[in-house]
């Protein structure tokens, strides 16, 4: 008995590049956009620093606050005549890393807990959702701020508090996602086959949930981002010397009259990141979400 | 509606507790616990630490502890700032005007351009003004509220002069218009985020009214488009709007942390940071139950107001 395949009886395998969903994402401008810019900024703060002159620490005082395109210095120089573009990209790598890094964390917690809280569903879904409700009760700089004043920080630390502060969107959109799933045949199916009811929730409904996660996920990076920029601004959250383009904002305020462009690149640079990544989700909702057809 | 809305107080009241004990976990987080405040004073040895903590009743099993700062909270009794020894609750008390007021020109700023912009969106979907707008709301929130403040103070106040570039009066100068100039700037930068989420929101809800069947017979009766708007269309999607405002509320009140810090406002989120600052715990740890309060209680309004208005709410 041999096993043979003719092309004709193979399902017609199509590429992910030809799938409805990556069309209509290419499709959306904003978000293609998007994709650019975050490859671009990537690419840039990750070899940027190899190819200029000076690197984020060394300490050039006869250049203090020389203004951006004056001199050696491309960006200019802060109030310690460090190269603004040296710290530029070095801060680029920690605050996108420190985005991303909170963000698979906060999602991983919040998918986890939308998923046993929807599965479930009763009276263990119920204390978990108002769980939720309760912790966003709290204005979330609030909270972020207590928790960095708290815990000595370190840029592992600000991650993890970053995550503990926002995967409560992920957890209310996943535990939706999962309730309606839950009466589904396919999970009945493996309720009868005999599945555990962790395989059944990690690998039947989390896998079938993936599209709104992917959606909140990206959305999250804009927003960690956003509340590192904040902490760190406010000198709770990445300490100098290490760049955070946060940081760098901070103190920036008292010199806004004789050296705005210290107030001026970084703020730029978040903004930039930070719409790139909503542009990015915002495709990606529209090409995930069956109903946007409709309209 | 009486079912409905002790239905919804207890629900309150369950997240009100829950809320404490998140409070009581961050509390117990500060390094040191409740007696950081000691741990520094030079020439204090573990004795005196441990006769401290037997004092201020650390040494009881935690629960106790919990169950004894949730019914001295309930009662008003907050403790006092290690900065002043003030009670918690006045010096909050002593900020949240500031922080109420710029809270609240904020709001009928962003709810004033947000409903606007959501409307004209919605009634003329896909014109430039709509793609223009959703670009616009979605770049507003993606740029820092701080850096946003920075930006304007530089333009307006260190360029133009046109604006003070901080605090809340000038001192010596108590009259509305002084107050007023000094509202302008943190209120529309506080607002800027708002708008955008406003005008997304109200335009998605105007969509939802628009196609109903209501909207399609008052046409056909022959009022003019200007007329079944005015009166059938924005009165029914202002109601999702309600429930949406008292879901801003934490937004807003993060938001005023930041801009209050910028512009040097006497609010609440100035007094967070500056509390932080001195490591003055028990105010730090009563802004957090505050504002959280604050937030239960603007949620319980809006959706009592929501079942006020729209009866479908109260029957179901």
């Known amino acids: 008995m041999s096993v043979s395949s003719t092309p004709i009886n193979r399902p017609i395998k199509s590429g992910w590049w030809n799938s409805r969903t990556f069309r209509r994402f290419v499709r959306h401008r904003l978000a293609a956009l998007g994709v650019v810019m975050v490859i671009l900024l990537t690419l840039v703060c ?11 620490l060394y300490i050039d005082l006869r250049a203090r606050f020389s203004p951006p395109l004056t001199g050696y210095h491309f960006l200019g120089t802060d109030p310690l005549g460090r190269d603004i573009a040296a710290r530029l990209l070095m801060a680029g790598r920690i605050s996108m890393l420190v985005g991303f890094a909170a963000m698979i964390l906060s999602t991983m917690i919040g998918a986890t807990i939308g998923v046993v809280a929807g599965y479930y569903g009763g009276r263990i ?24 004043a708290f815990i000595k920080p370190s840029p592992i630390m600000i991650t993890v508090i970053i995550a503990i502060t926002s995967w409560m969107e992920v957890a209310r959109i996943v535990e939706a996602e999962v309730r309606s799933l839950r009466e589904r045949d396919f999970i009945m199916a493996a309720r009868m086959l005999g599945l555990s ?9 989390l896998p079938n949930a993936m599209g709104p996660i992917i959606v909140a996920a990206t959305l999250t990076v804009a927003r960690a981002i956003l509340l590192e920029a904040y902490v760190s601004f406010l000198g709770y959250g990445i300490q100098p010397p290490l760049p955070s383009w946060g940081n760098m904002l901070n103190g920036a305020q008292q010199y806004l009259q004789s050296a705005p462009w210290l107030a001026i690149i970084p703020g730029v640079a978040i903004t930039l990141a930070v719409t790139s990544f909503n542009f990015i989700g915002d495709g990606l909702r529209d090409a995930l979400d069956a109903r946007s057809d409709l309209n | 509606m009486t079912r409905y809305i002790l239905n919804r ?6 997240l009100l507790v829950l809320v404490s004990m998140i409070g009581f976990a961050v509390l117990n987080l500060a390094p040191g616990g409740p007696l950081s405040q000691f741990a520094l004073t030079p020439g204090m040895t573990q004795a005196d630490l441990d006769r401290i903590s037997a004092q201020m009743g650390l040494d009881r099993p935690l629960v106790v502890q919990y169950a004894d700062w949730f019914w001295r909270l309930l009662r008003g009794d907050w403790g006092r700032s290690f900065r002043d020894s003030r009670p918690v609750l006045d010096v909050i008390g002593g900020h949240f005007g500031a922080t109420l007021l710029l809270m609240g020109t904020a709001t009928v700023i962003s709810v004033t351009i947000g409903t606007w912009v959501g409307i004209k969106g919605a009634t003329k979907r896909y014109s430039i003004f709509d793609y223009a707008a959703t670009v616009g709301a979605m770049v507003a929130l993606s740029i820092p509220t701080f ?65 109903q069947d209501f909207v399609r017979t008052a046409r056909a009766k022959g009022m003019t488009p200007r007329r079944v708007l005015m009166k059938h269309v924005v009165g029914n999607a202002l109601l999702p709007m309600i429930t949406l405002a008292g879901l801003q509320v934490p937004t807003l009140l993060g938001g005023a942390l930041v801009t209050e810090t910028v512009f040097t406002w006497p609010g609440m989120g100035r ?43 109260r029957l179901t």
């Open chain 2, 147 to 211: 850096w946003f403040g920075l930006v304007a103070i530089y333009i307006f106040s260190l360029k133009l002069g046109w604006l003070p570039a901080g605090n809340m009066y000038t001192i010596g100068n108590g009259s509305f218009l002084d107050y007023a100039i000094h509202l302008i700037m943190p209120a529309m930068v506080l607002a800027l985020v708002d708008v955008a989420v406003w005008s997304r929101y109200m335009r998605t809800a105007t969509l939802d009214v628009i196609n």
């Open chain 1, 46 to 56: 990750v070899i940027g620093p190899y190819l200029l002159p000076y690197n984020d």
């Open chain 2, 271 to 313: 007094l967070f940071l500056d509390s932080l600052g001195y490591q003055d715990y028990p105010v730090v740890m009563g802004l957090l139950m505050f504002s959280a309060i604050l937030v239960l209680l603007s949620n319980l309004a809006a959706d009592l107001l929501t079942a006020f208005v729209d009866p479908r709410i």
């Open chain 2, 9 to 14: 107080l207890g629900q309150s009241l369950v």
């Open chain 1, 197 to 205: 009811n962790r395989w059944i929730m990690f690998r039947e409904l």
């Open chain 1, 125 to 148: 879904g119920t204390v978990l959702m108002r769980f939720v409700d309760a912790v966003l009760s709290f204005p979330s700089i609030f909270l972020l701020l207590a928790l960095a």
